[in-house]
């Protein structure tokens, strides 16, 4: 999972003017359809419906795509996520 290649695309599609849900969805339906782990399958199923409930709450923005992005590179590698603070 390289995710300065996947931020980089998403924010050419956040350029080109697509929207917070349609890149949303596009993740979902490739999602679905890739032939990949289930487990993993349902890890970013789950990841793109929270995304995609921020989305429709109103919070369209490309930082809400890269940190999907990011979780999903995370989740894609088997590592944990680093936890700041505390």
């Given at each position: 999972a390289d995710f300065q290649k996947a931020c980089t695309i998403v924010e050419q599609l956040w350029n080109d003017g697509y929207?917070?849900?349609d890149?949303?969805?596009?993740?979902?339906r490739i999602t679905k359809?890739?032939?990949?782990?289930e487990a993993l399958?349902?890890?970013?199923?789950?990841?793109?419906?929270?995304?995609?409930?921020r989305v429709l709450d109103g919070v369209d923005s490309l930082m809400q795509l890269t940190g999907l992005v990011g979780k999903l590179c995370?989740?894609?590698k088997g590592a944990q996520?680093?936890?700041?603070g505390r």
């Open positions: 929207s917070g849900i890149v949303i969805g596009t993740f979902f359809n890739e032939d990949m782990d399958k349902l890890e970013f199923i789950k990841e793109v419906g929270i995304v995609h409930m995370v989740k894609a996520p680093v936890k700041l």
